[in-house]
């Protein structure tokens, strides 16, 4: 007899090797067939909401790393809220309007912006926009994310258009738009205004100059024939200087150098006398700063004053605390500027280059007028020292050149007005992690007014309307028409249509007596758009609902999308648009190194999908520590590889061993199942515990480490091991068998569920060799639920002991077989001199060398009765030796019975006894 074909060995179709990049794709055809979305949907209708509000990603190029960690952590989230009580639709979206849109049809030539009106050019821009979408939505797709992808919402179609009009109409209405001249940051490189979200900072060589600015009018304060000294690393803001800024607090200095005096603030007299290489001087007079208001000193070439000013921004951490003040150009200086009543001087224009209001400098690059501007101060010999010096500096996020501030009139939301709300709204968010609440907390309260004008084709029009006295027009009737045909017919109207078009029928202002009106034709900033989302997607969406449950992006999020849904939400509403705001880090090289092509080091999700698939992906987002920056890279990545291919092996093994399991035939009551099985159960209970709880609070790596822990120790190691020897060699119907076959079928369904969340397409592949399951895929099941245990604590306890006790004979049958004692562990016998305790637990245990995976155990006397070349533990101590017998031809087991059967002469009495039996 062939004893091969008496051993019931594992048979399944499950595939050893996953073949991702194949298989997943026939996983989603499969999944869109099945309408998986919409069913979903409808299984879980009537229960408790859970909206997670997507952050439009921006509709241009292929999805990059930080889009894969971003969108593959939103679905861990919805699809383990789906399974765990919730209804949570997930409704993509699409950020579209903006500059790099606009970018990307005009460069290298494919389209002559100039030789088209401005609605033809957006009809071009809405047509890219959209194939970005078709592009990058079959790409989020392939991550295996789950959504309704035949619905997004996108921030170019009409309904949302019509919604953001009544955002700002809101906002207009309770006084918090309003426009005015001040200091912007300013992209001579595109020539708009940039909000603080479109701010990225490098650092630039600029140059460093001390210029001495005359005394005109000392007030009784100066005598008339001192210098006031000040810093500045822009000389081409010079032409626009009106004042200098003194803190009323600090201690000044007239400082008498050769014939020269020069007025500093006191605390940094001693790093100026180095820097400016002062000689043989003396300190005049001191005096606080507020005795120097109204001071007037001469500007260095210019015939007129510069008024010395109180200001609270002046510190000593650099210069000279003498603070040259252009009110155009700089914040702090605009709003000294207004309280002492000076003009808000801009002499540079959209492009960067210097006005005729700089007489001498008209036509040059703000930036090639440093050094004319710099020359000049020489040749009156008001320039003190020049050098160079690298400094962080802010530049345009899109164009990657530096920004200035310049002073235009632009539309702005008044923050200041609704600050202590805004401050108030983010107290009553939770924030993961907890420091998110302190970074926008702090960034709130110490932003200024929000310039939400831009001076671009692409985007949603300021809907604003002037009468023939100049005066703006935003009112409630204006409002809802404009939103109404927005709606109807979309925002390129208003660049296509006369002003008169626009208005209500029969509409009349008396800022208009002859009826004639015009319009603003500068767009609104495109995070006022996607900021608007809360109404546009939440509000606007008959499933959906504001505020959202949760917000999860990158952590730059905090000054951008976080920042402008919260200011436009509490705003209009009064409270935040998100009860919770999760935010993750970026997506890094290997080495931790930012991700770039001229390093050749980016890792392009697209590619490892086609290698390796999406759940490795997934399965690496879940390894992470997403919160912090994370690394990725082909060993990552391979890494990874090999932890999914032990959990899948893990389902490989259970499927196998359940090929003749029924479980409506085949299942033993939990009563008569052993204690070690009962014991998986209760280990099984932990991993549900442990990894529910996980997923509630966002862990995904403990998600990720819980189950692979349990399928290589508990399962691999322990379990499944001791289990093949009863799953093989037993007959089919035996009690023990299919005891264990009912642990394992449980096992199986429970952890299919549990990794579903984040092996999307692996999961729904196991499910579908599940023997006996009703739902077409497992995404239509629930969470497994942590059961109760008769007894469980004690049974637990119990065998936690024993694992102990086992893990220390495994050591003791290493080690002999590093020495060459033995070869595989069934080829020993163990001798244990346990103590009093662990020789208790062992007696009450069947089959004792099933536990250990050896052929014969003895427990002989107690721990202190060990010979000298037993190795000593510390609860017992082991001898090893080779078992004595022969080897069964069937189980393999050493057995001094193998050849006692005659009909069976090369089996083992046990297996002589089954094949007798059975075969």
Not at 203 to 208: A, E, G, I, L
Not at 477 to 488: K, Q
């Amino acid at each position: 007899m062939d004893y091969k074909e008496t051993l019931l060995m594992p048979k399944t179709e499950f595939p050893m090797r996953g073949n991702l990049p194949k298989r997943e794709p026939e996983m989603q055809e499969k999944w869109e067939s099945q309408k998986i979305y919409e069913k979903v949907q409808g299984r879980t209708e009537g229960r408790p909401l859970f909206i997670l509000h997507d952050g439009p990603p921006y509709a241009n190029g292929d999805i990059h790393m930080g889009h894969a960690l971003n969108k593959i952590l939103k679905d861990f989230i919805v699809r383990y809220k789906s399974m765990a009580g919730f209804h949570a639709p997930y409704v993509p979206g699409w950020d579209t309007h903006g500059l790099p849109i606009e970018t990307a049809l005009t460069k290298n030539g494919k389209v002559d912006r100039k030789s088209m009106t401005v609605a033809e050019f957006r009809k071009l821009c809405e047509e890219y926009a959209l194939e970005q979408i078709d592009r990058q939505r079959e790409q989020f797709k392939r991550l295996g994310v789950r959504g309704d992808w035949d619905n997004p919402y996108v921030t170019l179609t009409k309904e949302y258009e019509a919604q953001q009009i009544k955002v700002f109409g809101d906002m207009a209405k309770k006084g918090y738009i309003y426009k005015g001249k001040k200091p912007v940051y300013w992209s001579p490189s595109s020539e708009s205004a940039l909000a603080e979200a479109e701010i990225e900072y490098h650092d630039k060589r600029s140059p460093s100059i001390y210029v001495a600015f005359p005394v005109k009018d000392g007030k009784d304060v100066l005598t008339g024939d001192e210098k006031i000294v000040i810093w500045t690393t822009t000389p081409w803001t010079i032409p626009a200087n009106l004042g200098i800024s003194v803190h009323p607090d600090l201690e000044y200095s007239v400082v008498k150098v050769g014939e020269d005096k020069f007025v500093v603030a006191s605390g940094l007299f001693e790093t100026l006398v180095k820097e400016l290489e002062w000689e043989n001087h003396e300190v005049v007079s001191t005096f606080k700063g507020h005795k120097l208001e109204h001071v007037k000193a001469q500007h260095p070439f210019y015939e007129r004053e510069s008024l010395v000013m109180l200001g609270e921004h002046v510190t000593l951490d650099a210069g000279t605390g003498c603070v040259h003040t252009a009110p155009g150009h700089g914040e702090d200086d605009y709003i000294v500027g207004q309280k002492y009543n000076l003009d808000v001087l801009c002499p540079v224009d959209d492009k960067g280059k210097m006005t005729a209001e700089a007489p001498g400098f008209e036509g040059l690059f703000y930036d090639a007028a440093n050094k004319p501007i710099t020359e000049k101060l020489q040749e009156v010999g008001a320039l003190l020292k020049l050098s160079f010096m690298t400094h962080s500096y802010p530049h345009d996020w899109r164009t990657k050149k530096p920004v200035i501030f310049r002073a235009t009139a632009q539309w702005f939301a008044s923050i200041k007005d609704f600050r202590e709300d805004l401050l108030e709204a983010i107290k009553g968010v939770e924030w993961i992690p907890e420091w998110g609440e302190t970074r926008l907390f702090n960034m709130v309260r110490d932003r200024g007014d929000w310039c939400i004008s831009r001076q671009r084709a692409w985007g949603v029009p300021i809907p604003i309307f002037y009468g023939e006295d100049g005066e703006e027009i935003v009112t409630d009737e204006t409002i809802n028409h404009v939103s109404d045909l927005f709606r109807e017919h979309g925002s390129n109207i208003w660049f296509e249509w006369e002003t008169k078009d626009l208005l209500p029928e029969g509409y009349t202002s008396p800022h208009s007596p002859n009826g004639t009106f015009t319009r603003e034709m500068d767009i609104m900033d495109v995070w006022f758009d996607s900021g608007s989302s809360h109404q546009a997607v939440l509000v606007e969406r008959e499933e959906l609902q504001r505020p959202a449950d949760l917000y999860l992006e990158g952590s730059d999020q905090y000054r951008g999308w976080f920042n402008s849904s919260l200011s436009t939400s509490v705003a209009v509403t009064g409270q935040s648009p998100y009860k919770g705001v999760l935010s993750h880090g970026f997506a890094l090289d290997g080495d931790g190194r930012k991700m770039s092509k001229s390093l050749g080091n980016v890792v392009v999700p697209n590619n490892v999908m086609k290698q390796l698939g999406a759940d490795i992906l997934r399965l690496w987002v879940a390894s992470v520590d997403y919160q912090a920056d994370v690394r990725v890279s082909d060993k990552i990545l391979k890494q990874v590889s090999e932890v999914y291919r032990k959990i899948r092996n893990t389902f490989r093994f259970l499927l196998g061993n359940l090929n003749d399991f029924d479980p409506t035939v085949h299942t033993v009551q939990r009563e008569n199942l052993t204690e070690m099985d009962q014991y998986m159960l209760i280990k099984l209970n932990d991993v549900i515990e442990r990894v529910t709880k996980a997923y509630d609070n966002y862990q995904f790596s403990t998600v990720y480490h819980t189950i692979h822990n349990f399928c290589t120790i508990e399962l691999s190691s322990f379990y499944m091991d001791i289990a093949k020897d009863t799953l093989y060699i037993h007959h089919a119907d035996s009690e023990e068998r299919r005891a264990i076959q009912t642990v394992m079928y449980e096992i199986l369904v429970t952890l299919t569920k549990l990794v579903s969340p984040i092996l999307s397409h692996t999961a729904d592949e196991v499910w579908s060799f599940i023997p006996n399951v009703s739902e077409e895929s497992v995404q239509l099941t629930d969470m497994p639920k942590v059961e109760s245990f008769e007894q469980a604590d004690t049974l637990k306890g119990k065998w936690d002991h024993i694992m102990t006790v086992r893990d220390d004979v495994l050591k003791a049958l290493e080690n002999a077989r590093n020495e060459k004692v033995i070869g595989k562990s069934l080829t020993a016998a163990i001798t244990l001199y346990p103590n009093q305790e662990v020789k208790q637990l062992l007696e009450a245990l069947p089959s004792l060398h099933k536990l250990f995976i050896v052929s014969k155990v003895s427990i002989a006397g107690e721990q202190t009765d060990a010979p000298a070349e037993a190795e000593q533990f510390e609860e017992l101590a082991i001898v090893v030796k080779k078992a004595d017998g022969e080897t069964c031809e069937r189980c393999w087991v050493v057995s001094p019975t193998v050849g006692e059967n005659d009909e069976h002469p090369s089996l083992c009495s046990d297996c002589a006894t089954t094949v007798s039996a059975h075969y």
